[in-house]
């Protein structure tokens, strides 16, 4: 295996950082390379907004969830899905952008991830850790309202960076005959690994809480997955211009 490997599968998350700034040439280096990531047909459909001001991160951590992380970390990003600036694209070539479509919708989604993970892996490369902040989503009119984002941009995820002060132990995936297939899709005999597989995130789980908290990866996303996931969303991402056409 080579250094990049090693260090793709070696991916924790990291919520306690060191008091120790992050030097600028390596967050510039971050950004260069979630600006390298895949773009769908070369539109860049992204915004990143790195949140200085510690009163906006405050206000994001309580409308996040109270993650208090986020005001901790060194360095907090907001990845932002970005058809604003395609529309003053087409503008300016005297276009009319065809708003509120589903395709659309999703290529500035794609762009956002993407960009979003090739900044989390520079930033492993790098030495530093972090978390993804997904309860951005929670409120995310009020996360627009904090950072003055626009209509055709909506705030996709957070990310928290800084030199790590914890060393947590890795969690394993699933197993790959689980979710890697050959010509067809089947979930004919998955359960017999996910048994084991539940089995051993219970053990994890158990020597990393000291015994507090033993539940499994299939009790862990039945309760989340059995209650509506952010029923906000669909009117939020409508009123930022984003139909679903």
Known sequence: MNETINLLKSHRSIRKYKNQPIEEEKIKAVIECAQSASTANFVQAYTIIRVNDMEKRKKIAHFGGDQVYIEE?????????????IKKACEYNGKTMAEGYTEAFTIATIDTALAAQNAFIAAESLGLGGVYIGGIRNNPSEICEVLNIPANVY??????????DENPGKKER???????????????????????????????????????????????????????????????????GFEMK
């Open 73 to 85: 970390c060194p360095v907090f990003f907001v990845f932002c899905a970005d058809l604003n600036r």
């Open 155 to 164: 705030p996709m995820v957070g990310l928290c960076l800084g030199y790590p």
């Open 174 to 240: 699933l197993p790959m005959d689980i979710i890697l297939k050959n010509d067809t899709y089947s979930i004919e005999d998955d359960f017999n690994n996910i048994k084991e597989y539940d089995a051993s995130i219970q053990e994890y789980y158990r020597n990393r809480t000291n015994g507090q908290r033993t539940d499994t990866w299939t009790s862990q996303v039945s309760n989340l997955m059995s209650k509506p996931q952010r029923p906000h969303m669909r009117e939020f991402l409508k009123k930022q």
